[in-house]
């Protein structure tokens, strides 16, 4: 599948480009809420999937309760808090351990930990688009 990058203006009169991806998540357990679906930004350079605290509060969880670590990005070392969950992505959700963070200006992340493990990802610069294959199987337990 090809996915249009998001076009964003910048504080300096350009544009920046993104490849965003429409996600969903919930708790690893059948029949539990599930987000609506949120733009998260595919990227190559995040080990794992990381969402906003907000989106891991609304499902319920429990941000402290979680592994903690200590991730270090360009704006220095931060907390982020490990948790199960399932992600909802074409092909059927697969179950993650993904990291929320507070402070992410964005709602999140789709790192190589979680996403790039069940997709071919192509970045595609002179498309403006990304290909994405979807690799492997969904997990066992699809709700």
């Given amino acids: 599948m090809k996915v249009p990058y998001g ?3 910048d504080s300096f009169g350009s544009h920046i480009y993104s490849a965003t991806f429409g996600v969903s998540l919930a708790m690893p357990v059948r029949h539990s809420l599930r987000t609506k679906r949120f733009e998260a ?11 906003h605290a907000d989106i891991g509060r609304f499902l319920g969880l429990d941000l402290t309760a979680g592994h903690r ?11 982020t808090w490990i948790h199960q969950v399932s992600l909802f992505i074409p092909g059927g959700p697969v179950t993650i351990f993904a990291a929320f963070k507070e402070n992410l200006p964005v709602a999140g992340l789709l790192g ?3 996403f790039f493990e069940h997709f071919n990802v192509t970045f595609l610069p ?3 688009a990304c290909d994405l294959e979807r690799i492997g199987s969904p997990d066992i337990n699809e709700r």
């Fill in 7 to 9: 076009v964003y203006p």
């Fill in 41 to 51: 930004i595919i990227d190559s350079g995040e080990t794992r999937c990381m969402f």
């Fill in 69 to 79: 670590e200590r991730t270090q990005g360009i704006g220095g070392p931060e907390e």
């Fill in 112 to 114: 190589m930990n979680g």
């Fill in 126 to 128: 002179q498309a403006l």
